[in-house]
């Protein structure tokens, strides 16, 4: 059974100079990422909501760092799905293909697809509040290991936090001016394991189809998008997109 079976979807894929893809935390459910929740841990008691301000970080920095430096072991483990390797293949068809994420577990780019436009930053990232100076997982897990009472600290002395968004904060504006240019440009648009309900993401497929863009859906549930879309794919990323790129190719092919 085809995925790819209408006429209309066919003829956008075959002209498509540009994809834009969002994906969000479904793909990374995929890959086993949990939600972090109920427990063992000095933060059980805070819910992830707690944890996740700059007031929080402040205020409690073992607590908050000893959360995250144990979200950041989990996903340094992780491992990309089969939903990740078949965007790195659909990224070589179109002339212009972006990939924005809500996704801060950097497997798009564990998969082998860097250029990556992250939303909510990167978990596998740090940096000094202080002077700026940016560690990588590596860096950061040296550092982790030997802080005093459990508080990371850059050799200048300021706190070394998760180069994630929190609550309160505003999105990296260089990530969010790609996103809405990639959306408004894209030929086609594919909205991946996302219920596209928190702004800039619920915005995205929506600009892209009132700019002309093919809208594609890939989730096993119904979101707020389903009924706008072109094309519902449902089901798992993993499985679905696959198939999609086989057939996108054979479709090129004909
Ligand atoms: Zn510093």
Redesign the pocket.
Known sequence: MEILNSGKVIEYLKRAKKIAVLTGAGISAESGIPTFRGENGLWTKLSPNELASFEAFYNNTAIVSEWYNHRREIIEDSKPNHGHYALVELSKIPEVFNLITQNIDGLHQKAGYTDVIELHGNILESY?I????RYTSEEFEEIYLNAMNHIPR?????LIRPDVVWFGESLPSESIERAYQASINADVFLSIGTSAQVVPASDLPRYAKRNGALLIEVNPNRTVLTDTVDLWLQGKAGEILPKFVEEYRAILET
């Open positions: 000094c202080q002077c700026g100076r850059c050799n200048c002395g300021g």
